[in-house]
């Protein structure tokens, strides 16, 4: 029986996308709000997001995460295409304890990760700063990026390396003529995942962030202290905003490349 | 075995061992030599599993062996990369570039060579004329027919001139009629370029009938080389009498040695052939096997004379002949005997024909088993 005749099928799925987007949208709503108490509506201005744009702490705090992200998804999706090239390329023993443990991390608890990176930094006296977040970010990031890469391996047909190779192209033309070009959706997916989990991260980068590193969401986390504010909608809308760009491009990058 | 160089591929003790997870250790080839003449039609035929493919990626390169060596036309290339060989495969998938038109296929092995530019386009007209597909060129691999990515695949493998074109099983994804266009089209290919041609197919008649030469394989052994004839017509072994074409397996005796000797078909009442055996070491008295063709095995439906006496089941009427299945006191499987129709009428022998079988001396093969 198909489930979508089960009686109140609809209105319990209603139900569940109201409470997914419901507060996103009063979020949204509200940061175009004219009044300062952010929960009291009373015209439309874009005021905030003005102010946003010329505060110098916000600036930096957004500088600040678009260079960790993006050192962290040049660094992570690097290693993860290396990583999953080198895992189709032979079988060996213990092959499916590696896949394990690099997705290991997506199922290990952040507060934990965090808590572990930051003794590791401290026992190998690695002062605090942006560069122990990008660290920290890399590593993370790693089986998010790995994941769209080796999927996109996977689908590939093992013989084209060898056809490339029976076609007098060495190892290193083979895998930038042939592999690299068929990977590239993979990577570009693997490379936005990373990118946006990266722009998001709190717990771990809370931990790991030495002064002056303050990334955007530790920057929100610290302003929320003292109520909401009409700036911390803005700010969060604009993150929204950039999320569902990218999300939008990895997906049609997958459609137009995977006719 | 330190014969004179002869130009060609030869295969020397060949071993290959997989280990597997599950099957333990699996022989792929378990001591294969053999010689594969320079300008040839070479096929390798054996059920699936028996090692053909593995054979065909040693030749390759993509697949290192275990024991023994390759050598291309006095060269040993045991050792050497794949993209070193002057081998070519025509994939059994395939295995175009999907990111590719039809033409950058077909010029890649020219651009990896650094073939000049210019000569290089050329040579891509010329190959996709060879197969039919002008006007193609700029076609996606993916829009085409599979027929026509067989081609393409053929004119990719054609186009640096290689010494040896390797096919694997290249028609098995074709219908009937594609095939046999195909196959012919592949014959005049070979015929025209001159080059050594590896054929790997488990279709006996495709092998039959396109092949200069046989090797039938089974678990891993070469079994018996030869031309299509001297395999059809002198299998050496149970094996492959029964996996190329139809045979009738009969037991007979050995009652007088010699040049040729002379055997009694049949347990009682049997007759008499003459055959050769001289690659077997029978004594007067021993049980061998003799298998005889179905078209060279004769009914006599009068039911005296000489001959195995039958009686017959089934009649099936072919159009160019037809089949009599024939039961044989004593025999387990019933014999069969194919008989050329005249102006398409089936011969005058109905079901339950009392009846007696009879074969010439030359249609006997004396079996090894
Ligand atoms: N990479 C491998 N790992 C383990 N075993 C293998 C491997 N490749 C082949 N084999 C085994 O070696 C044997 C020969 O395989 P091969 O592919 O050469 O057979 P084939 O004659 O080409 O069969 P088919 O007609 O089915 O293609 C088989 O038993 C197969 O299971
Ligand atoms: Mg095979």
Known sequence: MDIRRFPGTRPIAWLFFAYLYVPILILIVLSFNANRTATIWTGFSLDWYRAVLSNNDILSAAENSLIVAGAATLASTLLATLGAVGMARRRFKGQSAVSAVLALPLVVPEIVTAVATLLFFILVGLKLSLVTVIIAHTVFCIPFAYLPIRARIEGLDPSLGEAAADLYANELVAFRRITLPLLWPGILSGAILAFIISLDDFVITYFVAGPGATTLPIYIFGSIRMGISPEVNAISALMLFISILFVSLSHILGRVTNR | MDSPPQPGIHIRDMVKVF?????????????????????????????????????????????????????????????????????????????????????????????????????????????????????????????????????????????????????????????????KGMQIELKRLQQETGITFVFVTHDQEEALTMSDRVAVMKSGKVLQIGTPEEIYRHPVERFVADFIGETNFLPATLSTEGHPAVFTVGNAGGFTVRAEASQLDQRQGSQVTLAVRPERTFLDPAGHGEGLSGRVETVVYFGTDTLYHVRVDGLEAPLTARIQNRDNHAPDIDEGAEVRITFPDDAVQVLKD
């Open chain 2, 19 to 179: 280990t597997d997870d599950q099957q333990g250790e699996v022989r792929a080839l378990d001591n294969v030599s053999l010689h594969i003449r320079s300008n040839e039609f070479f096929t390798l035929l054996g059920p699936s599993g028996c090692g053909k493919t593995t054979l065909l990626r040693v030749i390759a390169g993509f697949e290192q062996p275990s024991q023994g060596r390759v050598l291309l036309d006095d060269l040993d290339v045991t050792d050497q990369a794949p993209y070193r060989r002057p081998v070519n495969t025509v994939f059994q998938s395939y295995a175009l570039f999907p990111h590719m038109t039809v033409a950058e296929n077909v010029r890649f092995g020219l651009e990896m060579q650094k073939v000049d530019p210019a000569a290089a386009e050329r040579r891509v007209a010329e190959m996709l004329e060879l197969v039919h597909l002008t006007g193609m060129e700029r076609r996606k691999t993916g829009q085409l027919s599979g027929g026509q990515q067989q081609r393409v695949a053929l004119a990719r493998a054609l186009a640096p001139a290689p010494k040896v074109l390797l096919l694997d099983e290249p028609l098995s994804a074709l219908d009937f009629k594609l095939r």
